[in-house]
């Protein structure tokens, strides 16, 4: 159960678009198509932003999308705005009812 | 609306057990499945471990395997995680989440801060 690797820092300006990736393994993000991103404000909860690679949950913004290839899982957040600013987290099934998380990303609005 | 409230933290000496709830209401707990996820300080997430809807499988992440028992009570909606032989580096933010269909959480609690140390 080795964690997915994820960028530790991104940043962008507003109006702009940023991409997040998510690597991983033919065992987690490349065989499965259950990869799930969450954005967590510091000090709060994770809240889920993308399901199932590229499914938006009702009250997110269409600005977030999701999309995979092979083993890499990407977040792009387009239209920045100061209240993207947030650690993300992508998230993959791994098999066997087990799942593994990315390291994080800390999305900077500059 | 759906709320999970964790109770249970605090500090705990190293090898000692600690039991976390999480309190459910606003949905129909008896029908999803319920998972711990942790997050030391300053780290990210780690999945810790799934309980089916009705108790019937559980799984574990490999850190906490043999040491952690999650277990449910649906007349009382309440999700459990009995925690032993604790480590230092067990010490971290508990959250209980809510499973959708074993595919992704999509409720989470506001967590409750265990601390491992001597």
């Known amino acids: 159960q080795s964690a997915l690797t994820q960028p530790a820092s991104v940043s962008g300006s507003p109006g702009q678009s940023i991409t997040i990736s998510c690597t991983g393994t033919?065992?987690?993000?490349?065989?499965?198509?259950?990869v799930s991103w969450y954005q967590q404000h510091p000090g709060k909860a994770p809240t889920l932003m993308i399901y199932e690679v590229i499914e938006r949950p009702s009250g997110v913004s269409n600005r977030f999308s999701g999309s995979k290839s092979g083993n890499t899982a990407s977040l792009t957040i387009s239209g920045l705005q100061a209240e993207d600013e947030a650690d993300y987290y992508c998230?993959?099934?791994?098999?066997?009812?087990?799942?593994?998380f990315g390291g994080g990303t800390k999305l900077t609005v500059l | 609306q759906v709320q999970l409230v964790e109770s249970g933290g605090g500090v705990v000496q190293p090898g000692r057990s600690l039991r976390l709830s999480c309190a459910a209401s606003?949905?129909?707990?008896?029908?999803?499945?319920m998972h711990w996820v942790r997050q030391a300080p300053g780290k990210g997430l780690e999945w810790v471990a799934i309980i089916w809807y009705d108790g019937s499988n559980k799984y574990y992440g490999d850190s906490v395997k043999g040491r952690f028992t999650i277990s449910r009570d649906n007349s009382n909606n309440t999700l459990y995680l009995q925690m032993d032989s604790l480590r230092a580096e067990d010490t971290a933010v508990y959250y209980c989440a809510r499973d959708k269909l074993r595919k992704y959480f999509d409720y989470w609690g506001q967590g409750t801060l265990v601390t491992v140390s001597s």
């Open positions: 606003g949905f129909t707990f008896s029908t999803y499945g």
């Open positions: 998230c993959s099934y791994a098999g066997r009812s087990t799942w593994v």
């Open positions: 033919s065992s987690d993000v490349g065989n499965y198509n259950l």
